[in-house]
């Protein structure tokens, strides 16, 4: 069965530094999402993409973040500045082009700003 | 976004079935009403959906009330790896493209052996 992946598993930068996480989404899936868990907290929805732009986002999804889709196959989240309170989970998504078509979700890039 | 209710968590006992509810009084006409569910470090995982029938498939089956203003989730025969956090989610059926997901709480599922 197709599944999405994610890149690294775990990730430990200083405060202020840049991160890249990157997935690798269903082959023929049109719609990609990056969502966010703090540890013991709900999952929260950063931000939707599709066509090569952005389609939706939430207020967490400020200046410091960007996502691209550089190659056809990959998706990336990029944090610019990392700040303490971005440790969190974060997930990659993506769907098809069904309406109401479900998400499959990869594993989660585990990130900790010290 | 329409809201769902559900019980912060709820007990039962491997191989029997488990009911978990779910209200969603505000629902439109145009919601389908999606389950995920979270096992323990991992990502959210498509569990089952319906619009108004009820709905079986491997994993487990979606009950819908005539009115639409709850559903409930059934697992015909727990097991310990299907101790998770079961979120019950509305989504659009109108709008097309990315749609995000909304997660609650969910309701947190031990399985006691």
């Known amino acids: 069965e197709p599944e999405v992946t994610q890149t690294p598993s775990h990730q430990v930068t200083q405060m202020g530094q840049e991160v890249i996480l990157r997935c690798v989404p269903i082959s023929n899936h049109l719609y990609f999402y990056w969502y966010r868990q703090i540890l013991g907290q709900k999952v929260e929805f950063l931000v939707s993409f599709y066509n090569n732009e952005i389609s939706e986002k939430s207020e967490i999804f400020d200046d410091q973040f960007s996502v691209e889709r550089p190659d056809g196959s990959n998706f990336t989240l990029k944090i610019r500045s990392t700040k303490l309170e971005d440790s969190a989970m974060y997930f990659c998504a993506s769907s098809g082009w069904d309406r109401g078509e479900t998400q499959y979700f990869g594993p989660g890039t585990r990130l900790l700003v010290l | 976004d329409a809201k769902t209710t559900q019980p912060n968590s709820m007990e039962s006992n491997e191989e029997e079935p488990v009911h978990l509810p779910c209200n969603h009084s505000t629902i439109s006409g145009t919601d389908y009403i999606h389950w995920y569910r979270q096992l323990p470090s991992q990502g959210p995982e498509y569990v089952i959906h319906?619009?108004?029938s009820n709905v079986n498939n491997r994993m487990a089956s979606l009950a819908i009330a005539e009115d639409r203003k709850s559903s409930t989730l059934i697992l015909h025969r727990a097991t310990l790896r299907d101790a998770a956090v079961y979120y019950c989610i509305l989504r659009d059926l109108i709008i097309q493209g990315a749609q995000k997901l909304v997660f609650g709480q969910g309701t947190r599922l031990t399985i006691n052996p």
């Open positions: 319906g619009l108004t």
